[in-house]
């Protein structure tokens, strides 16, 4: 079947069950297009989530009692923060649903890893607030601190300081997947996660120079392209590069984390199978895709007639 062909009635040989799964970049844009749409609504569920975090300007402009305003700015700053890292957790719970090629109802699934995850999640999300805001103070505050005493040694916490903000990023392209996909408690969740930060290291650079350029490319959508800008934030920003970090992290999980415990038990990783393992030899019904013939329109013969044929 052609989208901009006149034959709409013919099948091909279809999809072999056995064929060959694409990988790498092939893999990566396969599922990204197919699943382009309904990224675009799991980034505007998300978006809700965000709504304090940008009604903190309309209340510090409009409120004219500042005791007022700085009461509801520090009251939506609080809902931001704590709904956060469950956010981010209904994102994750979905796009692993994309990575494992299982249907996903993105409404009912975000709600569902927003809600199962909301303890460990928001904790989560606490900690990478105070990281972003610590590595925004220290590079506020340290610089100028050496230019103050002519000492270059408080160049040193700020080094330490980003360090540790990078680290916890690494630390979170794991930490969520795990999250949604393991039982693990929050201190192992840590612990893993902190060691797959310097296990995977070339995953890891790879993930963060990726979106180092998606966000230069908003950034430059923000200085030039404003309608554009405020078009893409509700519609297209944060899980196509969220996206990104799922594809690339999740094999990783899947190699150090998933598959080992499994096969602790003598059992094969499901999420590495079809599930064909489990079909027995009496299997009444058998894919037959990429074997059977297609079919062909059939022709239709034109009765002759005295009639004026129009074309």
Known sequence: MGLFSNNYESAGAGIAKDAPRKKGLALFFDIFFRKFWLMIGLNMLFFLFTIPLWATLPAMYYISDPRISLAVVILLLIVFVVNLGPAIAGVTKV????LLERHSFIARDFFSGYKQNFGKAA??????????????????VYPGMAVLYDNKIFYVPLVITFSIAIVILMMNYYIFL???????????????????????????????????????????LFVYMMPLFMLMIPLFSFVPMWFVVCFNSYPVIQKYVITPFYESRGEINPELTDGSEEIDAETICEDMGGKEKPIEKPVEKRKKGKGRHIS
Do not use: E, H
């Not at 796009?95 to 994309?98: A, H, P, Q, S, T």
């Not at 607030?129 to 103070?137: H, Q, Y």
């Not at 949604?180 to 995977?200: E, H, M, P, W």
């Open 95 to 98: 796009i692993r649903l994309f």
């Open 123 to 140: 904790i989560v999300g606490i900690i990478d607030v105070v990281a972003v805001l610590s590595a925004f103070a220290g590079y506020n």
């Open 178 to 220: 795990m999250l949604t996909a393991t039982d693990l408690s929050l201190k192992n969740l840590i612990k893993n996660s902190f060691a797959l930060a310097f296990v995977s290291m070339k995953q890891n650079i790879i993930t963060t120079v990726v979106l180092a350029v998606l966000a230069v490319l908003l950034g430059v």
